[in-house]
Nanobody, 125 residues
């Protein structure tokens, strides 16, 4: 059974930075692409960023491009989301997810089969 545990969320002011971490259980972490999604109150869960199994390819939602950066440390079974220049509209619960083995890099919910419990990010104006 795969477990994903997010951490690093919190309450910050606009313009600040946060780094989210997602620790994964299991020995095959490095074989899978990973992604981050977020869900604001009353809204659908939306794609934020994704990274290939090797870390060589990344993909971002237009709303975060240039401000957020996804990375991974396969030796530590961890994926990170560095968030800079945060805006109030970034407020949401952030989820990490593991992609299906057949997915090189995915941007839709259907590309992922395991999800963490989420970590709250709140950005005040």
């Amino acid at each position: 059974q795969v477990q994903l545990v997010e951490s690093g969320g919190g309450l910050v002011q606009a313009g600040a930075s946060l780094r989210l971490s997602c620790a994964a259980s299991g020995r095959t972490f490095s074989s899978y692409a990973m992604g981050w999604f977020r869900q604001a109150p009353g809204k659908e869960r939306e794609f934020v960023a994704a990274i290939s199994w090797s870390g060589g390819s990344t993909y971002y939602a237009d709303s975060v491009k240039g401000r957020f950066s996804i990375s991974r440390g396969n030796a530590k079974n961890t994926v990170y989301l560095q968030m800079n220049s945060l805006k109030p509209e970034d407020t949401a619960v952030y989820y990490c997810a593991r992609a299906l083995l057949t997915i090189t890099i995915g941007s839709t919910r259907d590309d992922y089969d395991y999800w963490g419990q989420g970590t709250q990010v709140t950005v005040s104006s």
